[in-house]
């Protein structure tokens, strides 16, 4: 069951797309897992929406005008291949959620995986938002990601499986996220595999010897 969601005002963040193209994919992957937070989106775009009209009519040029409805076309685009179905020409042991298959293809298995630490693989996903690392992390049973700080936020969304963190567990559809100053480590050993949608806007920072390695791999 999840029990881990964003915060409110990340939510409103999202409802208003105030958010880097990059958080807003963890935010959507989580709300497609989520109704409670669903609803609270909702709720939060309709007040948005009454927020808007009670403000004085401003006057529209034509050409800001055009330039609107090409972005609400282009909006309607990208819903439109977010909506499509996953491709059928293998069948993936996990389904990608609607909001990463535009990312990830056929199957995450097609991605090009990098070993982190035993048992941990890492795959970059091509999504151009400049100042994020997009990736996706996934763990076997018995690993470990090491302690590590951030210098920047870290945000997350479970896909499959999960991890425990400060005794804490997580599973799928959970959202979690840690900003600079804050430190931890995830293990693994609650589930066969676990699979994670990460998001960086700042490196992460190892400060055990023997993981030192690890941060020149992390950065954005
Ligand atoms: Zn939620």
Redesign the pocket.
């Known amino acids: 069951m999840?029990t881990s969601?964003?915060p409110p005002e990340l939510l409103l963040e999202h409802a208003s797309g105030r958010l880097a193209p990059a958080v807003a994919l963890v935010i959507a992957t989580?709300?497609e897992?989520?109704q409670?937070?669903q609803t609270s989106a909702a709720e939060m775009e309709i007040l948005g929406g009454l927020l808007l009209e009670s403000q004085p009519p401003a006057d529209v040029s034509d050409g800001l005008l055009a330039s609107t409805l090409a972005k609400l076309d282009r909006q309607e685009a990208i819903q439109r291949q977010q909506a499509a179905p996953v491709h059928k020409g293998t069948i993936p042991r996990h389904v990608a959620p609607r909001t990463l298959t535009p990312l990830v293809g056929r199957a995450y298995e097609h991605l090009t995986w990098n070993r982190v630490v035993d048992g941990v693989e890492e795959a970059r996903l091509p999504l151009a938002d400049r100042g994020h690392r997009v990736t996706l992390l996934r763990a076997r049973r018995g690993s470990r990601f090491p302690f590590h700080d951030h210098a920047g936020n870290e945000y997350l969304a479970v896909l499959e499986g999960g991890f425990c963190c400060s005794d804490r567990p997580f599973v799928k559809?959970d959202?979690a996220s840690c900003g600079p100053s804050e430190s931890h480590g995830l293990t693994m050993d609650t589930h066969d595999e676990c699979l994670c949608l990460l998001v960086l806007d700042g490196p992460l920072l190892f400060p055990a010897a023997e993981d030192a390695a690890l941060n020149a791999v992390f950065r954005l």
């Open positions: 999840i969601h964003p989580h709300l897992f989520c409670t937070c559809g959202f």
